[in-house]
């Protein structure tokens, strides 16, 4: 079954409008996660570290106030994408370290449409 | 940090043909290397992963080159199915921190 859950797996929305993607860790805690972006026909880029009990580490470019993490509990690490834009539109995907053989585990994605 | 180079970025090959993917990277500290295949709107799902201390490994059809001193390696797919047609990455990582992931090959496999 899923390690990760994540919601919704896609939102259509006006631009302006500020979106909330879920990622969950369904079996074990997590005290890091991980949100990537990745644009049609490219690859997965790290956007940042969600890090439970702190601030988030953002990987250059990337403008946190624009998206906002918050990694309230050991199993749920939220994105909002802020006044969200076209140029904004993309396919966001989250991960959870995991043990043994994968050191990620990655949820199914939000596919994320602004118009 | 870490780059990750990869080619090719499409690789179109007959029913049955092998199909080889490459990658180096740049930091010698990284000691993990999964492959990724990834179809259409969905999230990447791990095929094959190699750490540094193994120079080959093999899973049925699919095997996984590593060449430390280079810096490079290598996806190894053979008899390959047009159910293998997807988008394949390779990523390094050090230990389990974060992954850096090449740009991606697109795979087609033609009936």
């Known amino acids: 079954g899923a390690v990760v859950s994540q919601h919704p797996s896609r939102v259509i929305c006006k631009s302006g409008t500020s979106v909330k993607i879920e990622c969950r860790s369904l079996?074990?805690?997590?005290?890091?996660m991980f949100w990537y972006r990745q644009f049609p026909k490219k690859s997965l880029m790290l956007m940042a570290t969600s890090n439970e009990g702190s601030k988030a580490t953002y990987e250059q470019g990337v403008e946190k106030d624009k998206f906002l993490i918050n990694h309230a509990s050991l199993t749920l690490s939220t994105l909002t994408v802020t006044s969200a834009h076209p140029e904004d539109s993309s396919f966001y995907i989250c991960?959870?370290?995991?043990?043994?053989?994968?050191?990620?585990?990655f949820g199914d994605g939000t596919r994320l449409s602004i118009l | 940090g870490e780059n990750v180079e990869q080619h090719p970025s499409t690789l179109s090959v007959q029913e049955g043909d092998s199909a080889v993917i490459k990658c180096t990277y740049s930091?010698?500290?990284?000691?993990?290397f999964p492959w990724y295949k990834q179809e259409l709107g969905k999230r990447p799902q791990l095929i094959i992963d190699i750490r540094s201390n193994v120079g080959e490994k093999k899973d049925q059809r699919i095997a996984v080159t590593l060449n430390k001193t280079a810096k490079h390696f290598s996806l190894h797919i053979t008899e390959t199915q047009p159910e293998d047609s997807a988008v394949y990455f390779c990523a390094a990582s050090k230990g389990y921190s974060t992954l850096t992931f090449g740009k991606g090959t697109m795979l087609l496999v033609s009936p």
């Open positions: 930091d010698s500290a990284s000691n993990y």
């Open positions: 991960s959870v370290p995991g043990t043994g053989n994968q050191p990620q585990h």
């Open positions: 079996d074990f805690q997590a005290t890091t």
